[in-house]
Protein backbone atom coordinates (compact mmCIF):
# COMPACT_ATOMS: atom_id res chain seq x y z
CA UNK A 1 0.00 0.00 0.00
CA UNK A 2 1.09 3.36 -0.14
CA UNK A 3 2.89 5.15 2.56
CA UNK A 4 4.72 8.46 3.90
CA UNK A 5 7.92 8.93 5.51
CA UNK A 6 9.10 12.21 7.03
CA UNK A 7 12.14 13.11 9.07
CA UNK A 8 11.75 12.85 12.53
CA UNK A 9 11.40 16.09 14.89
CA UNK A 10 11.68 18.54 16.54
CA UNK A 11 13.65 20.35 14.35
CA UNK A 12 14.94 23.24 16.28
CA UNK A 13 16.11 26.53 13.90
CA UNK A 14 16.84 30.26 14.72
CA UNK A 15 14.99 33.02 13.26
CA UNK A 16 15.72 33.15 9.63
CA UNK A 17 17.50 30.07 9.30
CA UNK A 18 17.18 27.39 6.01
CA UNK A 19 14.90 24.86 6.51
CA UNK A 20 14.43 21.58 5.33
CA UNK A 21 11.75 18.64 6.14
CA UNK A 22 12.29 15.18 4.31
CA UNK A 23 9.90 13.14 2.66
CA UNK A 24 9.68 10.44 0.40
CA UNK A 25 6.74 8.32 -0.32
CA UNK A 26 5.85 4.86 -1.47
CA UNK A 27 2.71 4.69 -4.15
CA UNK A 28 1.72 2.68 -7.08
CA UNK A 29 0.46 4.93 -9.96
CA UNK A 30 0.39 8.98 -10.06
CA UNK A 31 -0.11 10.11 -6.66
CA UNK A 32 -0.63 13.94 -5.90
CA UNK A 33 1.36 15.35 -3.52
CA UNK A 34 1.03 17.86 -0.57
CA UNK A 35 2.64 19.71 2.46
CA UNK A 36 -0.29 20.33 5.43
CA UNK A 37 0.73 22.54 8.42
CA UNK A 38 -0.94 22.05 11.88
CA UNK A 39 -0.96 24.82 14.43
CA UNK A 40 -1.38 24.12 17.78
CA UNK A 41 -5.13 22.88 18.71
CA UNK A 42 -6.40 23.64 15.10
CA UNK A 43 -7.06 21.97 12.07
CA UNK A 44 -5.10 21.41 9.02
CA UNK A 45 -4.04 24.04 6.38
CA UNK A 46 -2.98 23.24 3.07
CA UNK A 47 0.65 25.07 2.57
CA UNK A 48 1.17 23.49 -1.15
CA UNK A 49 0.46 20.78 -3.26
CA UNK A 50 2.49 19.39 -6.65
CA UNK A 51 0.09 17.27 -9.11
CA UNK A 52 2.64 15.70 -11.27
CA UNK A 53 6.30 14.98 -11.44
CA UNK A 54 9.05 17.70 -11.64
CA UNK A 55 5.90 20.44 -10.47
CA UNK A 56 7.21 22.66 -7.83
CA UNK A 57 4.57 24.11 -5.11
CA UNK A 58 4.86 27.10 -3.27
CA UNK A 59 3.36 29.60 -0.85
CA UNK A 60 4.39 31.70 1.44
CA UNK A 61 8.46 31.38 1.29
CA UNK A 62 7.53 27.49 1.62
CA UNK A 63 8.47 25.27 -1.88
CA UNK A 64 8.69 21.56 -2.75
CA UNK A 65 9.35 19.87 -5.59
CA UNK A 66 7.63 16.49 -6.67
CA UNK A 67 10.91 14.00 -7.47
CA UNK A 68 9.50 10.82 -9.03
CA UNK A 69 13.06 9.60 -9.66
CA UNK A 70 13.53 10.02 -6.07
CA UNK A 71 9.83 9.19 -4.61
CA UNK A 72 10.59 12.77 -2.67
CA UNK A 73 8.57 15.98 -2.08
CA UNK A 74 11.06 17.57 0.64
CA UNK A 75 9.85 20.62 2.19
CA UNK A 76 11.97 23.94 2.23
CA UNK A 77 12.01 27.72 3.16
CA UNK A 78 15.04 29.97 2.39
CA UNK A 79 14.16 32.25 6.20
CA UNK A 80 12.36 30.65 8.82
CA UNK A 81 9.99 32.73 11.35
CA UNK A 82 9.28 32.52 14.80
CA UNK A 83 5.27 32.22 13.24
CA UNK A 84 6.34 29.40 11.35
CA UNK A 85 6.61 27.13 13.94
CA UNK A 86 4.47 24.22 13.70
CA UNK A 87 3.55 20.50 12.56
CA UNK A 88 4.31 19.79 9.16
CA UNK A 89 2.59 16.76 7.22
CA UNK A 90 3.53 15.20 4.53
CA UNK A 91 0.74 13.81 2.44
CA UNK A 92 -0.04 11.26 -1.06
CA UNK A 93 -3.23 11.39 -2.47
CA UNK A 94 -4.98 8.45 -4.26
CA UNK A 95 -8.08 7.74 -5.82
CA UNK A 96 -10.79 5.73 -4.02
CA UNK A 97 -13.51 4.14 -5.89
CA UNK A 98 -15.53 6.86 -7.49
CA UNK A 99 -14.64 10.60 -7.24
CA UNK A 100 -13.41 10.49 -3.49
CA UNK A 101 -9.61 10.99 -3.12
CA UNK A 102 -7.35 9.39 -0.10
CA UNK A 103 -4.90 11.29 1.92
CA UNK A 104 -1.81 8.99 3.24
CA UNK A 105 -0.14 10.76 5.56
CA UNK A 106 3.63 11.15 7.67
CA UNK A 107 3.92 11.43 11.03
CA UNK A 108 4.24 14.86 11.09
CA UNK A 109 7.13 17.09 11.53
CA UNK A 110 7.07 19.84 14.41
CA UNK A 111 9.57 22.26 13.74
CA UNK A 112 10.12 25.30 16.31
CA UNK A 113 12.05 28.33 15.60
CA UNK A 114 13.43 30.42 18.56
CA UNK A 115 14.86 34.07 18.21
CA UNK B 1 -16.72 32.94 4.05
CA UNK B 2 -16.74 29.99 3.01
CA UNK B 3 -15.53 26.75 5.35
CA UNK B 4 -15.95 23.87 7.28
CA UNK B 5 -17.43 24.09 10.77
CA UNK B 6 -17.34 21.53 13.69
CA UNK B 7 -18.50 20.97 16.92
CA UNK B 8 -18.09 20.80 19.94
CA UNK B 9 -14.45 22.04 20.46
CA UNK B 10 -14.04 19.10 23.55
CA UNK B 11 -16.20 16.74 24.01
CA UNK B 12 -16.38 14.10 26.46
CA UNK B 13 -17.62 10.33 26.81
CA UNK B 14 -18.69 7.99 29.68
CA UNK B 15 -18.28 4.66 29.50
CA UNK B 16 -20.65 3.09 27.45
CA UNK B 17 -21.92 6.28 25.85
CA UNK B 18 -22.26 7.31 22.36
CA UNK B 19 -21.33 10.43 21.16
CA UNK B 20 -22.14 12.39 18.09
CA UNK B 21 -19.24 15.44 16.42
CA UNK B 22 -21.08 17.51 13.79
CA UNK B 23 -19.34 18.40 10.87
CA UNK B 24 -20.74 20.89 8.46
CA UNK B 25 -19.67 22.46 5.44
CA UNK B 26 -20.49 25.40 3.07
CA UNK B 27 -18.57 24.93 0.14
CA UNK B 28 -20.78 23.04 -2.11
CA UNK B 29 -18.41 20.41 -1.94
CA UNK B 30 -19.44 16.70 -2.97
CA UNK B 31 -17.18 14.50 -1.02
CA UNK B 32 -16.85 14.66 2.64
CA UNK B 33 -14.03 12.72 5.27
CA UNK B 34 -13.75 11.96 8.77
CA UNK B 35 -9.78 11.25 10.20
CA UNK B 36 -8.61 10.53 13.67
CA UNK B 37 -5.24 11.73 14.41
CA UNK B 38 -3.57 9.84 17.81
CA UNK B 39 -0.57 12.19 19.26
CA UNK B 40 2.76 11.63 17.24
CA UNK B 41 0.71 10.13 14.61
CA UNK B 42 -0.02 11.32 11.19
CA UNK B 43 -4.43 11.21 9.89
CA UNK B 44 -6.05 7.98 9.65
CA UNK B 45 -8.88 7.94 7.37
CA UNK B 46 -12.47 6.59 9.16
CA UNK B 47 -15.32 7.43 6.77
CA UNK B 48 -16.00 9.27 3.26
CA UNK B 49 -19.06 9.93 1.39
CA UNK B 50 -19.05 10.72 -2.56
CA UNK B 51 -22.28 12.19 -2.02
CA UNK B 52 -26.08 12.32 -0.26
CA UNK B 53 -26.94 9.10 1.36
CA UNK B 54 -23.71 7.27 0.30
CA UNK B 55 -21.12 6.65 2.68
CA UNK B 56 -17.77 3.74 2.74
CA UNK B 57 -15.54 2.86 5.06
CA UNK B 58 -11.97 3.88 5.50
CA UNK B 59 -9.00 2.29 7.02
CA UNK B 60 -10.21 2.10 10.83
CA UNK B 61 -14.32 2.04 10.82
CA UNK B 62 -14.62 -0.32 13.48
CA UNK B 63 -16.45 1.46 16.14
CA UNK B 64 -17.73 4.56 14.39
CA UNK B 65 -20.96 5.29 12.47
CA UNK B 66 -21.74 8.09 9.98
CA UNK B 67 -24.78 9.38 8.06
CA UNK B 68 -24.68 12.07 5.08
CA UNK B 69 -28.72 12.92 5.01
CA UNK B 70 -27.66 16.64 3.74
CA UNK B 71 -24.62 17.55 1.77
CA UNK B 72 -23.58 19.84 3.91
CA UNK B 73 -23.48 17.50 7.21
CA UNK B 74 -21.52 14.52 7.86
CA UNK B 75 -21.85 14.03 11.51
CA UNK B 76 -19.74 11.10 12.79
CA UNK B 77 -20.73 9.14 16.23
CA UNK B 78 -18.12 7.09 17.88
CA UNK B 79 -20.18 4.24 19.63
CA UNK B 80 -19.10 2.39 22.63
CA UNK B 81 -17.66 -0.53 20.82
CA UNK B 82 -14.92 1.70 20.12
CA UNK B 83 -12.77 0.95 23.09
CA UNK B 84 -9.92 4.08 22.07
CA UNK B 85 -11.90 6.38 21.59
CA UNK B 86 -9.58 9.68 23.09
CA UNK B 87 -8.39 11.29 19.97
CA UNK B 88 -8.25 14.09 17.85
CA UNK B 89 -10.90 14.19 15.07
CA UNK B 90 -11.17 16.32 11.97
CA UNK B 91 -13.64 16.74 8.95
CA UNK B 92 -12.29 17.54 5.64
CA UNK B 93 -14.21 18.17 2.19
CA UNK B 94 -13.41 18.07 -1.33
CA UNK B 95 -15.23 18.98 -4.72
CA UNK B 96 -15.47 15.22 -5.57
CA UNK B 97 -15.24 16.02 -9.31
CA UNK B 98 -13.64 13.59 -11.37
CA UNK B 99 -9.74 13.22 -11.16
CA UNK B 100 -10.07 14.00 -7.80
CA UNK B 101 -6.85 12.19 -6.22
CA UNK B 102 -5.16 15.76 -7.30
CA UNK B 103 -7.88 17.82 -5.03
CA UNK B 104 -7.30 19.73 -2.06
CA UNK B 105 -9.31 18.07 0.86
CA UNK B 106 -10.07 21.34 2.99
CA UNK B 107 -10.05 20.51 6.86
CA UNK B 108 -12.06 21.50 9.66
CA UNK B 109 -10.62 23.40 13.14
CA UNK B 110 -11.08 18.93 14.58
CA UNK B 111 -13.17 17.96 17.66
CA UNK B 112 -10.99 17.08 20.80
CA UNK B 113 -12.53 13.46 22.40
CA UNK B 114 -11.73 12.60 25.91
CA UNK B 115 -12.96 9.77 28.11
CA UNK B 116 -14.04 10.31 31.45
Known amino acids: GNSVTQMEGPVTLSEEAFLTINCTYT??????LFWYVQYPGEGLQLLLK?????DKGSNKGFEATYRKETTSFHLEKGSVQVSDSAVYFCALSDRLAGTASKLTFGTGTRLQVTL | DGGITQSPKYLFRKEGQNVTLSCEQNLNHDAMYWYRQDPGQGLRLIYYSQIVNDFQKGDIAEGYSVSREKKESFPLTVTSAQKNPTAFYLC???????????????FGPGTRLLVL
Open chain 1, 50 to 54: ATKAD
Open chain 1, 27 to 32: ATGYPS
Open chain 2, 92 to 106: ASSTGQRGGYQETQY
